[in-house]
Protein backbone atom coordinates (compact mmCIF):
# COMPACT_ATOMS: atom_id res chain seq x y z
CA UNK A 1 0.00 0.00 0.00
CA UNK A 2 1.50 3.45 -1.08
CA UNK A 3 1.90 6.43 1.57
CA UNK A 4 -0.96 8.28 -0.12
CA UNK A 5 -3.58 5.14 0.12
CA UNK A 6 -2.64 4.64 3.74
CA UNK A 7 -3.25 8.21 4.65
CA UNK A 8 -6.90 8.61 3.11
CA UNK A 9 -7.09 4.91 4.76
CA UNK A 10 -6.39 6.21 8.01
CA UNK A 11 -8.08 9.63 7.60
CA UNK A 12 -11.23 7.78 6.40
CA UNK A 13 -10.77 5.40 9.88
CA UNK A 14 -10.15 8.21 11.92
CA UNK A 15 -13.29 10.47 10.44
CA UNK A 16 -15.30 7.57 11.45
CA UNK A 17 -14.54 7.06 15.01
CA UNK A 18 -14.65 10.35 15.27
CA UNK A 19 -18.77 10.57 13.60
CA UNK A 20 -19.18 7.71 15.93
CA UNK A 21 -18.27 9.24 19.14
CA UNK A 22 -20.44 12.19 18.34
CA UNK A 23 -23.82 10.48 17.45
CA UNK A 24 -26.30 10.03 20.18
CA UNK A 25 -27.76 6.92 21.74
CA UNK A 26 -31.42 6.47 22.88
CA UNK A 27 -29.88 7.80 26.94
CA UNK A 28 -27.25 9.91 26.00
CA UNK A 29 -27.20 13.11 23.72
CA UNK A 30 -24.94 13.68 20.70
CA UNK A 31 -22.49 16.54 20.80
CA UNK A 32 -24.80 18.95 19.18
CA UNK A 33 -27.95 17.42 21.08
CA UNK A 34 -26.47 18.41 24.09
CA UNK A 35 -25.34 21.69 23.24
CA UNK A 36 -28.87 22.81 21.51
CA UNK A 37 -30.60 21.29 24.95
CA UNK A 38 -28.12 24.03 27.13
CA UNK A 39 -28.89 26.41 24.94
CA UNK A 40 -33.01 26.13 25.11
CA UNK A 41 -31.78 25.65 29.37
CA UNK A 42 -30.40 28.71 29.38
CA UNK A 43 -32.86 30.53 26.99
CA UNK A 44 -35.75 29.56 29.10
CA UNK A 45 -33.73 29.75 32.35
CA UNK A 46 -32.68 33.51 31.00
CA UNK A 47 -36.46 34.22 30.21
CA UNK A 48 -37.85 33.17 33.90
CA UNK A 49 -35.63 35.22 35.52
CA UNK A 50 -36.46 38.30 33.48
CA UNK A 51 -39.99 38.16 34.07
CA UNK A 52 -41.87 39.79 36.72
CA UNK A 53 -44.27 37.59 37.54
CA UNK A 54 -42.02 34.22 37.67
CA UNK A 55 -38.95 36.04 38.55
CA UNK A 56 -37.12 32.53 37.95
CA UNK A 57 -34.55 32.27 41.13
CA UNK A 58 -36.49 29.13 42.86
CA UNK A 59 -37.50 27.50 39.19
CA UNK A 60 -35.25 24.78 38.25
CA UNK A 61 -35.11 24.07 34.31
CA UNK A 62 -33.63 21.08 32.19
CA UNK A 63 -33.40 19.85 29.01
CA UNK A 64 -33.12 16.73 26.88
CA UNK A 65 -33.30 16.30 23.36
CA UNK A 66 -35.87 19.56 22.90
CA UNK A 67 -37.43 18.06 25.90
CA UNK A 68 -38.16 20.78 29.10
CA UNK A 69 -37.90 19.49 32.65
CA UNK A 70 -39.61 22.71 35.46
CA UNK A 71 -38.51 22.51 39.29
CA UNK A 72 -38.46 24.24 42.03
CA UNK A 73 -41.12 26.60 43.91
CA UNK A 74 -43.44 29.51 43.58
CA UNK A 75 -45.76 31.25 45.33
CA UNK A 76 -48.70 30.79 43.17
CA UNK A 77 -50.66 29.09 40.39
CA UNK A 78 -50.63 31.91 37.87
CA UNK A 79 -46.35 32.17 38.56
CA UNK A 80 -46.65 28.27 37.48
CA UNK A 81 -48.74 28.56 34.62
CA UNK A 82 -46.24 31.51 33.49
CA UNK A 83 -43.20 29.59 34.05
CA UNK A 84 -44.64 26.64 31.45
CA UNK A 85 -45.63 29.22 28.81
CA UNK A 86 -42.73 31.00 29.22
CA UNK A 87 -40.99 27.68 28.37
CA UNK A 88 -43.28 26.67 25.97
CA UNK A 89 -42.69 29.89 24.22
CA UNK A 90 -38.82 29.31 24.03
CA UNK A 91 -37.52 27.98 20.44
CA UNK A 92 -36.41 24.75 20.24
CA UNK A 93 -38.63 23.63 23.39
CA UNK A 94 -40.96 20.52 21.96
CA UNK A 95 -42.26 19.98 25.17
CA UNK A 96 -42.85 21.19 28.73
CA UNK A 97 -43.18 18.72 32.11
CA UNK A 98 -43.83 20.96 34.63
CA UNK A 99 -42.75 19.99 38.33
CA UNK A 100 -43.12 22.97 39.88
CA UNK A 101 -44.37 23.35 43.52
CA UNK A 102 -46.52 25.55 45.57
CA UNK A 103 -44.63 26.66 48.22
Known sequence: MSNNALFKFLAAFCMTLLLA?????VKQESTGQLIDDSI????VKAALLK?????????????F???VQLGG???TDA???RAVRIANDTP???QVFN?????
Open 79 to 81: QRE
Open 92 to 94: GVN
Open 51 to 63: DSVVGGFEVSVES
Open 99 to 103: SIQLR
Open 65 to 67: EGA
Open 21 to 25: ACAGT
Open 40 to 43: ITTR
Open 73 to 75: FVK
